[in-house]
């Protein structure tokens, strides 16, 4: 498989649960990025993780937790969440360096 | 803070040309984007133009950028019914690799 997988692709949890949202990329890069799309703002950066370090935190609140084991994989575990957090999160990935982002389908999350 | 304004609404005949706006803050920008959002898909980057240039095309798109003005868009010509999606303008904030700033998207809707 090529490109930005994310899975799943719906999520429905309530505000109680523990999930995770996978991102997996086969295309050699090695920085990786969460955005989340909500309907009400613009697409928002969350996190950038760089050779598998994090390099940016966009003051996102600690009830959303990536990881990022090795270059090819990315993950968010979610815990705690509120209603307000159901949007799109989507995952990219990049050439470290690169400008350009090539981005998975996203993960339709919805917090009961 | 860094601020990227599209209009929200577009609406098209198929055929005609579709010109879509967008307006940034970061005088810093080196990259600026135009990236396309289909129904259940994740992004897709169109195309991307420096910022030492005023114009780029490719095939249908053409991108004009006014940096005096803080001004992009992007024209489709011969629009069609596949153009219909939710088109995002992209800056990167502060010339930091990875920090894009995305406007709210605008909705192209192409009639036949």
């Known amino acids: 498989e090529t490109g930005v997988t994310q899975t799943p692709r719906h999520l429905v949890m309530g505000m109680t649960n523990k999930k995770s949202l996978k991102c997996e990329q086969h295309?050699?890069?090695?920085?990786m990025y969460w955005y989340k799309q909500s309907a009400k703002k613009p697409l928002e950066l969350m996190f950038v993780y760089s050779l598998e370090e994090r390099v940016e935190n966009n003051s996102v609140p600690s009830r959303f937790s990536p990881e990022c084991p090795n270059s090819s994989h990315l993950f968010l575990h979610l815990h705690t969440l509120q209603p307000e957090d159901s949007a799109l999160y989507l995952c990219?990935?990049?050439?470290?360096?690169?400008?350009?982002?090539?981005f998975g389908p996203g993960t339709r999350l919805t917090v009961l | 803070g860094e601020d990227v304004e599209q209009s929200l609404f577009l609406s098209v005949r198929e055929g005609d040309s579709s010109v879509i706006n967008c307006t940034y803050t970061?005088?810093?920008?080196?990259?600026l984007y135009w990236y396309k959002q289909e129904p259940g898909a994740g992004l897709q980057l169109l195309t991307y133009i420096f910022s030492n240039m005023d114009m780029k095309q490719d095939q249908r798109l053409t991108v004009l950028l006014n940096k005096k003005d803080k001004h992009l868009s992007l024209r489709i010509a011969d629009t069609q019914t596949g153009d219909s999606a939710i088109y995002f303008c992209?800056?990167?904030?502060?010339?930091?690799?990875?920090?894009?700033?995305f406007g709210k998207g605008t909705k192209l809707s192409v009639k036949p």
């Open positions: 295309l050699g890069h090695n920085a």
């Open positions: 992209a800056e990167i904030y502060g010339g930091s690799q990875g920090n894009l700033i």
């Open positions: 990219a990935s990049s050439p470290d360096g690169a400008w350009e982002q090539f």
């Open positions: 970061d005088s810093s920008s080196t990259y």
